[in-house]
Every structure is written in C-alpha cells, then in structure tokens.
C-alpha cells in the first residue's frame, strides 16, 4: 500500500527565517511526487510534479527536490503569506491516476 | 481560465437525508476525481472519471455513496442515506495531463 509521511506536523517561522518540510514515501513505482498549497476553506492549490530522484524545481521563495525515498519543499527568505498547509502526495506508476496524499504540513510565518 | 467549481460550499443534513454535491471541473478535462477529506486524516481518493465512464472506484466506502458524470462534463456525488461519519469536506479534482487541479471544496456536516 502506498504511504506518504510529512514532517514536521506544524512549523512556526519568522519572517525570513529559511527551512524544510520533509515528505517520505513508499510507494510501487512511483510515477510523480506532487506538492500542493491548501489555504483556509480552499482546495490544495498545485505547485510542483517531480518525476525522478534527483530533479529539482523552483517557484519563487519554493524549491522541491526529490530523493529515491523523500522529497523536501526548501522555502528561503518566507513571508507571511507563505503561510499555509503544505500537501505532499504521490502518484504510483501502476494502476490509475490517482493519489495518495499525506497530512500536510501547516506553515505560518510570522512577521 | 475558470477553475473547479464545486457546489453547494457547506450543506448540513440530518442522518438518513440525501445529499448531492455538484462538481465542474475544468473545461476540456476528461478526468475527473473526487477525494474526502475527514476530520483529523489526510485527502483520500474517492473515485475517478475518465470522460463519462468510471475508471476507478475502489475509493468509494460503500454503496450509499453513487457518482455520475453527465456527458463527460460536470459530475455529481450522492450521498443517501447519509451517515455521521460521512462528514468531512469533498473535493473534485480535474486533469488534462498528470496535474490534478482542485476545487475549493464541499464541507458537508452530517448531524
């Protein structure tokens, strides 16, 4: 079965102040490792896909990276409004296209 | 580009009522999913549309639960008779390619 883990639960930050959240994974082959933002009473709002162990992308202050087991979300120099719940899910290579997501991670920075 | 809409935005029934949730996702997406989400738990898979036909359903906790996808556009998800422990907030989600895009979601309340 596949499963997905996010660390740490809850992460309080000052503003400017860099870190990561971690996401783990056990999955059958996996075919794409998503992250998405969720704000208060809205649907996860997409940032990343990464396909293969060692790829990296970036948005702004975001950058993911992805390992064989992990994927961190680097988030440098944050402001107040990256704060949210950050959700990592990942999509296996059989069956379909569904996804498998973890708990999030719920970011506020503060100013 | 308009995104996922869902409909209504909260709906509180008594148990043993009917619920319908709406969901149009974007224009010219064949796939449609819908996900949970209940109290305390990380989003759960639901089910899968690809244009009108179910491509998977292995989500769906049981038959009280019934989807439909009118023509390949917009889908519905009812619920009847609804149970306590169905409450929690749906989403709907749409894909073109492996991207799903959300919607803002239905929190539904069973008391």
């Known amino acids: 079965e596949d499963q997905v883990t996010q660390s740490p639960e809850a992460l309080r930050l000052q503003e400017g102040e860099s870190s990561s959240l971690n996401c783990s994974y056990t999955v059958s082959g996996l075919r794409g490792l998503f992250w998405y933002r969720q704000d208060p009473g809205k649907g996860p709002e997409f940032l990343f896909t990464l396909y293969s162990a060692g790829e990296e992308k970036e948005k702004e202050r975001l950058k993911a990276t992805l390992t064989k087991k992990e994927s961190f979300l680097h988030i440098t120099a944050p402001k107040p409004e990256d704060s949210a719940t950050y959700l990592c899910a990942v999509q296996a290579e059989s069956g379909y296209s569904t996804l498998t997501f973890g708990k999030g991670t719920m970011l506020l920075v503060s100013p | ?111």
């Open chain 2, 1 to 111: 580009e308009a995104g996922v809409t869902q409909f209504p935005s909260h709906s509180v029934i008594e148990k043993g009522q009917t619920v319908t949730l709406r969901c149009d996702p974007i224009s010219g997406h064949d796939n449609l999913y819908w996900y949970r989400r209940v109290m305390g738990k990380e989003i759960k898979f639901l089910l899968h549309f690809v244009k009108e036909s179910k491509q998977d359903e292995s989500g769906m906790p049981n038959n009280r639960f019934l989807a439909e996808r009118t023509g390949g556009t917009y889908s519905t998800l009812k619920v009847q008779p609804a149970e306590l422990e169905d409450s929690g907030v749906y989403f709907c989600a749409s894909s073109q390619g492996w991207a799903q895009y959300f919607g803002p979601g239905t929190r539904l309340t069973v008391l």
